[in-house]
T-cell receptor
């Protein structure tokens, strides 16, 4: 089946730093989604990307749909304590509603 | 607007007992998904429904697991009999079929002892 690999697996950063993470796929996606999961909660949709090359922002978050359709990137600028959590990429197959989720990137902010 | 509503939020049960998890999708959404999350395996899709009809249950681990969606506003995931390895967080999610974005509930945290 499809696999989505996220990198890095975990990040330890200081408040105020910028964050970059990526997601790569073994196959092409026509949609890329980025979710964040806070401790004890369900994943919450952050950004949805629908077109190769698309760059979309949501506040301090910016995500890009890779040109090859096999990767996506998420950047967080000027991190704050509430950015702590696990970030998942996800994508459906063509013509398929099933979402495959990445392995997650766990973000920790060091005081 | 109300999001996806799941119950119970937490359940601790003894091995061998039946467990029923419940979900109310977002009104107007016609696709419903059940996911399981564990440290080892991450988020796994168990089953999903379109317009109350099960479309793909290939992720259901074994016959002890069953899911139903009797109407557009309610679904259940049942485990009978439960085993300790079923301990996980079970998420229900819903979407409009025309869109690929799904919205998750807060999860049901199951512990089987």
């Amino acid at each position: 089946g499809q696999q989505l690999n996220q990198s890095p697996q975990s990040m330890f950063i200081q408040e105020g730093e910028d964050v970059s993470m990526n997601c790569t796929s073994s196959s092409i996606f026509n949609t890329w989604l980025w979710y964040k999961q806070d401790p004890g909660e369900g994943p919450v949709l952050l950004i949805a990307l629908y077109k190769a090359g698309e760059l979309t922002s949501n506040g301090r978050l910016t995500a890009q749909f890779g040109i090859t359709r096999k990767d996506s990137f998420l950047n967080i600028s000027a991190s704050i304590p509430s950015d702590v959590g696990i970030y998942f990429c996800a994508g459906p197959n063509f013509g398929n509603e099933k979402l495959t989720f990445g392995t997650g990137t766990r973000l920790t902010i060091i005081p | 607007d109300a999001g996806v509503i799941q119950s119970p939020r937490h359940e601790v049960t003894e091995m061998g007992q039946e467990v029923t998890l419940r979900c109310k999708p977002i009104s107007g959404h016609n696709s419903l998904f059940w996911y399981r999350q564990t440290m080892m395996r991450g988020l796994e899709l168990l089953i999903y429904f379109n317009n109350n009809v099960p479309i793909d249950d290939s992720g259901m681990p074994e016959d002890r697991f069953s899911a139903k969606m009797p109407n557009a506003s309610f679904s259940t995931l049942k485990i009978q009999p439960s085993e300790p390895r079923d301990s996980a967080v079970y998420f229900c999610a819903s979407s409009q079929r025309s869109k690929n974005t799904i919205y998750f509930g807060e999860g049901s945290w199951l512990t089987v002892v």
